[in-house]
């Protein structure tokens, strides 16, 4: 079964923090994607990767880098976390222009 | 401005009876379209897709139309069952334009069935 691991479900931090949030696949996929979920909000992208040591910016990248230097690999770094920030945030990796496949999501806290 | 609606945040169905979901879509250069679900506290599962060279898909109880003149999409489950209580996202994606790869979704549709 094809499967993306998320490091953490959990998360609380403090404000002005740096936060690293960890996926891995093993999917042998190229592209893997950020998303953050909020109530109303629906999925938003934050950043993806076509391949290693690539990234493009999604539709809200601001506040957040990205680090991809394994395949299987894809980090999302808070440079300073703010409250703003508080979201679940959602790994995934899938196909060019096809379905994707999950992780279980970090629930991200910044008091 | 938001490129993939779905305007019914909520939807309450009685068990065995048939539910229907909404999108719509204003990109005209998507041409997969696909339902994701998802429970509290898990990541979402893919559900059923529709290339854009079709109008109707079926995978057992579930059935997804797209009507690409009106840019909308539609997912149907019957008969309901309580299981089926989630959240329900509509996403489009392509391999065309600036959005070429990339999934976009919509806010999501919270369907509650009733036993």
């Known amino acids: 079964d094809v499967k993306v691991t998320q490091s953490s479900r959990y998360l609380v931090k403090r404000t002005g923090e740096k936060v690293f949030l960890e996926c891995v696949q093993d999917?042998?996929?190229?592209?893997m994607f950020w998303y953050r979920q909020d109530p109303g909000l629906g999925l938003r992208l934050i950043y993806f990767?076509?391949?290693?040591?690539?990234?493009e910016k999604g539709d809200i990248p601001e506040g957040y880098s990205v680090s991809r230097e394994k395949k299987e690999r894809f980090s999302l770094i808070l440079e300073s976390a703010s409250t703003n920030q508080t979201s679940m945030y959602l790994c995934?990796?899938?196909?060019?222009?096809?379905?994707?496949?999950f992780g279980s999501g970090t629930q991200l806290s910044v008091l | 401005d938001q490129q993939v609606k779905q305007n019914s945040p909520s939807l309450s169905v009685q068990e065995g009876r048939i539910s229907i979901l909404n999108c719509d879509y204003t990109?005209?250069?998507?041409?997969?379209f696909l339902w994701y679900k998802k429970y509290p506290a898990e990541g979402p599962t893919f559900l059923i897709s529709?290339?854009?060279?079709?109008d109707k898909n079926e995978d057992g109880r579930f059935t997804v139309f797209l009507n690409k003149s009106a840019k909308h999409l539609s997912l149907h489950i019957v008969p309901s069952q309580p299981g089926d209580s989630a959240v329900y996202f509509c996403?489009?994606?392509?391999?065309?334009?600036?959005?070429?790869?990339?999934?976009?979704f919509g806010d999501g549709t919270t369907l509650t069935v009733k036993p």
């Open positions: 995934a990796g899938g196909g060019f222009g096809e379905k994707l496949f």
């Open positions: 990109n005209s250069m998507f041409d997969y």
């Open positions: 990767s076509y391949d290693v040591k690539m990234k």
């Open positions: 529709i290339s854009s060279i079709k």
């Open positions: 996403a489009a994606t392509g391999v065309g334009g600036t959005n070429a790869g990339k999934s976009t």
């Open positions: 999917m042998d996929h190229e592209n």
